[in-house]
């Protein structure tokens, strides 16, 4: 059974930093594509960071230079470290497992950025 569970979310002021961590299960880590996604109420999701099994990554245009997407394939291990966080980064982040075409999820992180 696939589980896909994200922590490190949480209230943080502007110009602050977290980092979220997803960890994996049930699944051959190390060759699926994982991704960041997040998303607000009545939104769609949007895809924030990406990285390949063979470690290539790459972000959205509003988090670059800001955030880095990171992974640890003995520790089945997902992250994000986010800096310099503003209030347009409030969402629910969501880690995502990608191998062919199967698609697995998180349950979501709430991230609050205060002003």
């Known amino acids: 059974q696939v589980k896909l569970v994200e922590s490190g979310g949480g209230l943080v002021q502007a110009g602050g930093s977290l980092r979220l961590s997803c960890a994996a299960s049930g699944i051959i880590f190390s060759a699926h594509t994982m991704n960041w996604y997040r998303q607000a109420p009545g939104k769609q999701r949007e895809l924030v960071a990406a990285?390949?099994?063979?470690?290539?990554?790459n972000y959205a245009y509003s988090v670059k230079g800001r955030f880095t997407i990171s992974r640890d394939n003995v520790k089945n291990t997902l992250y994000l470290q986010m800096n310099n966080l503003k209030p347009e980064d409030t969402f629910i982040y969501y880690c995502n497992a990608v191998f062919g075409s199967v698609n697995d999820w998180g349950q979501g992180s709430l991230v609050t950025v205060s002003s």
């Open positions: 990285i390949t099994p063979g470690g290539d990554t």
